[in-house]
């Protein structure tokens, strides 16, 4: 399974756009990208995902470099619930894959008003 | 519609005790899988599963049993509880396809002494 670095932490204050790094420098070609995060005392939920381009949806953005080798999640305006920690997994999409869902350690994004 | 429901949702056993952990979707899910996340780390896969029948190892396998009769239920098997499986136990689902999210449920916090 392909690997991915992200800081162990990082601080954002409230209402401002947050910027969240993820490296996948051994990302094959039918890696697609997931974010999940995990609020406190819960269980890990969906954020977004993509393959190559730039995606969008109500929680976030994904933003994919053209090499797929780095990604970054935005969150635009952030808010107290969304201090939790990030993580970005790669999951394999070739003919035979397992499905499987790896999580490395994260980033634990703190909010402060 | 339920998601994924895991029960007990707190359980204490002795050393030596076994016990099942259930897990159930109702989201007609191929995937399914069983991860532990001990205090301050991330989450490791236990067993998965792609299919009614097909189960196969994680990152953590030993001390685990688990099986797949139906599409709908993973149970957990603890066949010797040891206080290192102290941990809370998080159950997942997915449709088969890598491009889909996976589903989490809430959690079963199980302490052994």
């Known amino acids: 399974d392909a690997k991915t670095t992200q800081p162990n932490s990082m601080e954002s204050n409230e209402e401002e756009p947050v910027h969240l790094p993820c490296n996948h420098s051994?990302?094959?070609?039918?890696?697609?990208i997931h974010w999940y995060r995990q609020l406190p005392s819960q269980g890990p939920e969906y954020v977004i995902h993509?393959?190559?381009s730039n995606v969008n949806n109500r929680m976030a953005s994904l933003a994919i470099a053209e090499d797929r080798k780095s990604s970054t999640l935005i969150l635009h305006r952030a808010t107290l619930r969304d201090a939790a920690v990030y993580y970005c997994i790669l999951r394999d999409a070739s003919s035979g894959n397992t499905g499987k869902l790896i999580f490395g350690q994260g980033t634990t994004l703190q909010v402060k008003p | 519609n339920a998601g994924v429901t895991q029960t007990p949702k707190f359980q204490v056993l002795k050393t030596g005790q076994s016990m099942t952990l259930q897990c159930a979707q109702d989201?007609?899910?191929?995937?399914m899988s069983w991860y532990r996340q001990d205090p301050g780390m991330g989450l490791r896969l236990i067993h998965y599963?792609?299919?009614?029948?097909?189960?196969d190892q994680g990152e953590v396998p030993n001390g685990y049993n688990v099986s797949r009769s139906t599409t709908e239920d993973f149970p957990l098997r603890l066949l010797s509880a040891a206080p290192s499986q102290t941990s809370v136990y998080f159950c997942?689902?997915?449709?088969?396809?890598?491009?889909?999210?996976?589903?989490f449920g809430s959690g079963t916090r199980l302490t052994v002494v």
């Open positions: 599963s792609v299919g009614a029948g097909i189960t």
């Open positions: 989201m007609n899910h191929e995937y």
């Open positions: 051994t990302i094959s070609g039918t890696d697609y």
């Open positions: 993509g393959l190559t």
């Open positions: 997942a689902s997915s449709p088969a396809s890598s491009g889909n999210r996976y589903t």
